[in-house]
């Protein structure tokens, strides 16, 4: 609007392409509609909402709003008031805060045929995708042309290098099969805040690692109720295609909280 | 939004008028949720979505009328039971807020 003195959008699609946290805040409703400000994590908010307290209070409430990821109106007054008895009487302005975040990340362990399908899903969905398996021959761009890095190495480097980025809204997915692979990375997982971490294999292989991830030390009810194991939900699926869709299945699933029935077979709202 | 950046800039590029229709707020049952977009340009060309389909056609319409007409921002609800002006049903029953504004900043 003509209270931006410089233009907001070259710099707002510069960071969302940069995967810069971003916040863009709009005046929806109340004086100066339309306005428009940009509040990224230590730098400075660009642009005004029309006054300066309450782009100061905004900016600040945006920033949290960034850095969980959530996007929604919230209600000041006109100089940014947000205590209930201050809002008494006074015209509300309601802005919309959209909080851009970087993508969730997925690591595949395990550079195999289901891993490409997984990885394809898992793009779908808007993952940045990270394929992981010590196996030169196999860890190839060529093989995953769809994953933004394939990386040869053992999982305990990865996660020691980039496991604390992990946060509820990663997924760690272990497809190797192979306890010499399957068991660094489940320890190295465990000690993430990651959201998901699933292994595959049949229930026989998971009671035999559930006896090594015990000789490494991994025997808590809470580090074991974490894994997904065997991975996925149970829709029948047999390729590598349908096992990819059973397995974002679930971690959709064990995000929202739900079951995962049939929508017929429930009742209840659909979205929320 | 990220998915229209590249659209939003051939057209910018070409020196065409944009519009982006946001979704704000949900009431009730919603087949986007807030913050999924779709931009218009002033010849009618549409990208993105806002909604499962059911109300794209209107918010075309009210785009490419606040480019043409006064180019305010405007706040526009659809939903079912809505007695409005904007009777456009939504099939999962619900309400959807959507802002309406001239990609001006």
């Keep these: 609007m003509s209270l931006q003195p410089v233009s907001l959008y070259p710099i707002f699609a510069e960071r969302v392409r940069s995967n810069i946290p971003v916040a863009l805040v709009t005046v929806i409703d109340g004086p100066h509609v339309g306005a428009t400000m940009l509040v990224s994590p230590s730098t400075d908010a660009v642009g005004t909402l029309g006054n300066s307290e309450l782009d100061r209070v905004v900016a600040r409430d945006a920033l949290g709003e960034v850095e969980a990821g959530r996007t929604g109106v919230r209600h000041y007054g006109p100089q940014g008031q947000t205590t209930p008895e201050d809002l008494v009487d006074t015209p509300t302005v309601r802005v919309f805060i959209e909080a851009f975040s970087p993508p969730p990340t997925m690591w595949i362990f395990g ?113 074991l109720a974490r894994l997904m194991s065997p991975i996925g939900l149970d829709i029948g699926a047999r390729t590598p295609e349908e096992t990819a869709i059973s397995i974002v299945g679930e971690i959709i699933a064990r995000r929202t909280g739900r079951g995962a029935p049939s929508l017929r077979d429930s009742d209840g709202p659909i979205h929320k | 939004m990220r998915e229209l950046l590249n659209d939003i800039e051939r057209w910018q590029q070409a020196g065409k008028q944009i519009a982006v229709a946001r979704v704000v707020d949900i009431e009730g049952s919603g087949p986007r949720d807030p913050g999924a977009a779709m931009a218009v340009n002033e010849d009618g060309e549409v990208v993105g979505s806002v909604s499962g389909g059911c109300v794209e056609g209107a918010v075309v319409a009210e785009a490419l009328e606040i480019l043409r007409g006064d180019k305010q921002p405007r706040l526009v609800k659809f939903g079912y039971s809505d007695d409005e002006a904007f009777a456009v049903g939504l099939t999962c029953g619900g309400i959807i807020h959507l802002f309406i504004a001239p990609l001006t900043w």
């Design chain 1, 111 to 223: 550079a195999v045929d289901f891993t490409a399908a997984l990885a394809k899903v898992a793009k779908v969905l808007g993952y940045y995708v990270v394929v992981c398996d010590a196996r030169e021959v196999f860890a190839t761009r060529r093989r995953f042309p769809m994953a933004d890095e394939v990386l040869v190495s053992w999982p305990a480097p990865l996660f020691t290098q980039r496991g604390a980025a992990l946060t509820s809204r990663d997924a760690v997915c272990i497809l190797t099969h192979d306890p010499k692979f399957d068991v660094p990375a489940v320890q190295g997982a465990s000690a993430t805040n990651v959201g998901y971490i699933g292994v595959m294999g049949s229930r026989k292989t998971h009671a035999k690692r559930l006896e090594r991830l015990a000789e490494v030390g991994i025997t808590s009810t809470d580090q």
